[in-house]
Each structure stands twice: as C-alpha cells, then as structure tokens.
C-alpha cells in the first residue's frame, strides 16, 4: 500500500532523512520507532505531502505521492492525526470531526456515529470547544478527525505522547479496532512496547537512516531494541 524508496529530506542544509526505505502492506500496522531527532515525524510529514522530499520517490496504493499537495494525497486516502494534536481550540468537537471529512462528498453521518462509538467522551462533548478538552481527549479527537477523511492509510504519529496512562489503553484499543475495520495503520510511538505489541512490523530509525527492521514479536527480543527503547 505503501513504499519509500530511497527517500533523502533535508532542511536547508542539513541532512534528515539519509535514503530510507519502507513498506507497509494493506491490512498491516506497521510502527517507526527512534530517539528524538532520528526523523521519524519528519517520515510522516513528507508522506502526508506537507515537506518535499530531496530525491526518491513515495507510492501509495500503485500512485506516485511525492511532490503532490497535502489535500490531493487525503483525497486518495491517506490521513494524518499529527504529533501534538493540533486541534482546531476555537471549534467544537463536532466542527473538528466534521472539518476532517472536509473532502467528502458521501454521508459522513455513519463514521460520526463510529467514532463516537469509538471514543464516548467525544459524544458527551460534542458542542464543547475542542481547546477546553484535556490533552487525553484531544487525543482522542485527533485520531477521530483522521478517521473521519475515510482514510485506506492513517499516519498516527505520537498518539500517547503526554497522555495519563489509562487513557493511553483506551487509544491503543481504539487503534486495533480501526484497524480491524480494515484501515492500514503507520504508527511513530515513543512508548516502543506498547507499539510493538500493537504492531506487525518495525522499523527502527537512527539519525535518518533505518537501522532495523522486522517483525514486531522480533524486534521485541532484540538486544539493541531491548537496550534503547524497552529499559532493559
């Protein structure tokens, strides 16, 4: 569903991202993980369209997306719910979601009623201003928001960066679910175990470049894994 092939980002003069290459297949969670700085927000922003690449090429489900603006790529199918929310504060909860399906022309309604399912606290504060939600249900509506451009692809990058543990359960099922409607799912999260076990494959970034890569149940009983990310 989706490839990067030998991709190189820079800002100005510096070197981000240094040829990487990745695959997700249709129905996979796949997660990118990596210490600050290793260019994993910078991956999914030049995914989504919103920072060109330097050279390579990104295809997703069989078209050519590097160097198309951000809505034509929501418009074949891939969404983002970006690091740090980025909620419209001085909308409601409804005018969030209904902004995320801005491209639709079909009844949005049965995804409302979804998400909603979803994520119950979003119906109660429906008519609230999204900025007065808690950072946890922000969250929540980030990746509602995404889900509402009926994506086949949702980047999540960071969904349970700054959230209370128990709401961070409450998100990782909530991803699983979305992706056993189907939805194919690229996952950047700094908690490495959790995203592990949600996920079917990894890739590990460092300094731009991808220095592992495999199956999740492996990248788990990695050594190097294991050191930097899981504490042991």
Known sequence: MLKLSDVFINYDSISAIKGINLHIKEGEIVTILGSNGAGKTTTLKAISGLI???????IFDGKKISGLPPNKIVSLG???SPEGRLIFPDLTVLENLELGAYLRKDNIRPDL???YGLFPILNKRKKQLAGTLSGGEQQ??????AYMA??????LDEPSLGIAPI????IFKA???INEKGITILLVEQNAQAALKLANRGYVLQTGKVLLEGNAADLLKNDQVKAAYLGH
């Open 175 to 177: 991803i699983k679910e």
């Open 113 to 115: 009623e979804y998400v």
């Open 140 to 145: 929540m509506l980030a990746i509602a928001r």
């Open 167 to 170: 709401l961070v359960k409450t």
């Open 150 to 155: 009926a994506p086949k692809l949702l980047l």
């Open 52 to 58: 060109p690449i330097k050279t390579g090429e990104i």
């Open 78 to 80: 891939l969404a983002q």
